[in-house]
């Protein structure tokens, strides 16, 4: 039960509450910021958001997801209930992986642009957990 939505002209995600059962869902194309719609979509395990998706609060309530990939962020905190989470690829000014700490099945975590050092204690912690830390996502 997936849906990828690669080149759209879709100008809403209203109504995509009907996909209920959906476990996957790539928004590579959708091209509008209110994503407001997806805290629906209880069931999703993977989820790619767009490239310009700038706030992880839709998804805080996702807490079945354990992928997932998004374009930009600052702030992981939305991120903080999803307890099943085991891989984690983004970009963005994150300015820290202090909320990925309580997300115990966490086995790798890719963040391009962000300004985090080998010295930081969240990524220190996070490394000598096992969980592998990159600063790009492949």
Not at 38 to 65: D, F, I
Not at 96 to 112: F, H, M
Request: glycine share 10%; aromatic share 4%; proline share 4%.
């Amino acid at each position: 039960k997936s849906l990828d939505v690669e080149q759209s002209d879709i100008a809403s995600l209203d109504g995509i509450e009907v996909c209920a059962e959906l476990e996957s869902l790539r928004l590579i194309g959708y091209r509008y910021g209110d994503l407001t719609a997806l805290a629906k979509l209880v069931q999703l395990r993977k989820l790619w958001l767009p490239y310009g998706a700038t706030s992880l609060e839709p998804v805080a309530g996702l807490t079945r997801l354990t992928e997932l990939r998004f374009g930009k962020a600052e702030d992981l905190a939305p991120l903080r209930g999803l307890k099943e989470l085991e891989k984690i690829c983004g970009g963005g000014k994150i300015r820290s992986l202090e909320p990925l700490l309580g997300l115990l099945s966490l086995r790798s975590v890719e963040v391009s642009e962000a300004n985090l050092s080998d010295d930081d204690p969240a990524v220190r912690e996070l490394r000598a957990r096992g969980v592998e830390v990159k600063t790009r996502c492949g």
